[in-house]
């Protein structure tokens, strides 16, 4: 196995696992405080939020690894990992990573009803926030459903997992519409509305709505840097999706099935 690889390779199956390890690890400890605690009901939708934000993030960051082991293992031994559950592992990634990014949606939109809607109720109700992941989870598994339809997931053979190649521009074009450009444009719009809401406000508030509004945009502010570090991470495949895409439309190559099949295609 060449020498680099290997050492990213193995390097971030660590990181992964060390992820994985600290979401366990502080999502047993949010499920354990909020339910040996007696939380008001703002404090458990918070709790609800992280809940569901560390749930997905363990399972993804632990298909991630998965995939790394496979290349090691892959690399080094040429074992095949060809197979069914490859596929539905490489169907569920992309699932798992659209769900997470509406999870800090959710979160957006809890801030946005608290600051410019407080008087509804509804948008504020507990139980609203242990449904609505439930339902994303499902909306995400119908919009990657595509990519199993069209046969999109292939096994690469060069990386011994299963994914779409970047060479499937339409394909890539899809996940990344639904998996970082929607939930992206959404959480922008509700900080853009939040902060102009904001420095709109009056001098007469009262104390107590005052306070308020300080905390929530404190908290705000936190989870901004947060988003803004997970929005960072898409930034370089945006950029590596760009260049291939143009590449590829300036070669007139177009994706047929596989790589594989391209290369004997043009060979006959």
């Not at 853009?192 to 945009?217: C, E, G, H, S």
Request: proline residues 3%; glycine residues 2%.
């Amino acid at each position: 196995m060449n020498q680099v690889a290997f050492i990213v390779c193995f390097t971030t199956l660590i990181i992964c696992s060390l992820t994985c390890l600290f979401s366990c690890i502080i999502l047993v400890c949010v499920i354990h405080h909020l339910y040996q605690n007696r939380l008001q009901q703002e404090d458990r939708i918070i709790i609800i939020h992280c809940i569901n934000i560390y749930s997905l993030l363990s399972i993804y960051i632990a298909i991630v690894a998965l995939f790394n082991i496979q290349s090691i293992l892959g690399n080094l031994y040429g074992y095949d990992f060809n197979s069914s559950w490859c596929i539905f592992l490489g169907y569920l990634a992309p699932t798992l990573a659209c769900s997470l990014f509406w999870a800090f949606v959710n979160q957006a939109f809890f801030r946005l009803s608290r600051v410019i809607y407080p008087t509804i109720r509804r948008l504020q109700s507990y139980q609203l926030y242990i449904v609505l992941p439930f339902i994303e989870l499902v909306l995400s598994c119908i919009l990657m459903s595509l990519i199993l339809f069209l046969h999109s997931v292939v096994y690469l053979p060069t990386d011994y997992y299963c994914f779409v190649p970047f060479t499937n521009v339409y394909s890539m074009f899809w996940l990344v519409l639904n998996n970082y450009g929607s939930p992206v444009g959404v959480l922008l719009f509700i900080y853009i509305r939040i902060t102009i809401f904001l420095r709109r406000q009056t001098n007469t508030q009262t104390l107590v709505v005052r306070q308020r509004q300080d905390r929530d945009l404190l908290v705000i502010r936190r989870i901004l840097i947060t988003v803004g570090f997970v929005i960072s991470l898409g930034i370089p495949a945006m950029i590596f999706l760009y260049i291939n895409a143009r590449f590829m439309f300036i070669n007139n190559y177009f994706y047929t099935a596989t790589e594989k099949d391209y290369y004997e295609n043009n060979s006959t």
